[in-house]
């Protein structure tokens, strides 16, 4: 069956830096767009990163942009998202998602969640 593994999560001060990895298993992932998601208390779950099956074209959310950079490996079925300058906002359980071929609101599969906490 399908596994997304997150890691790398953690506590982390504000304007600091965390690398976030998510490894695969149990699907062809050079045909998966992958992507990050994340849902904070209170909130509704916000796409904020995704990357095409090849690595070609990636997404991000205005929220992350120029601070998060998401990459992957396809022969080590991984993808990753650096996070830079972290702000206490970003404080999150961050899923990694995959879906065949394109990344939509509701992919087909998820990782189990790895929690970011960012300390003022």
């Known amino acids: 069956q399908v596994q997304l593994v997150e890691s790398g999560g953690g506590l982390v001060q504000a304007g600091g830096s965390l690398r976030l990895s998510c490894a695969a298993s149990g699907l062809t992932f050079s045909t998966y767009a992958m992507g990050w998601f994340r849902q904070a208390p209170g909130k509704e779950r916000e796409r904020i990163a995704t990357i095409s099956p090849r690595g070609s074209t990636t997404y991000y959310a205005d929220s992350v942009k120029g601070r998060f950079t998401i990459s992957r490996d396809n022969a080590k079925n991984t993808v990753n998202l650096q996070m830079n300058s972290l702000k206490p906002d970003d404080t999150a359980d961050y899923y990694c998602?995959?879906?065949?071929?394109?990344?939509?609101?509701?992919?087909?599969?998820w990782g189990q969640g790895t929690q970011v906490t960012v300390s003022s």
């Open positions: 998602a995959a879906n065949k071929l394109v990344m939509t609101s509701t992919p087909n599969y």
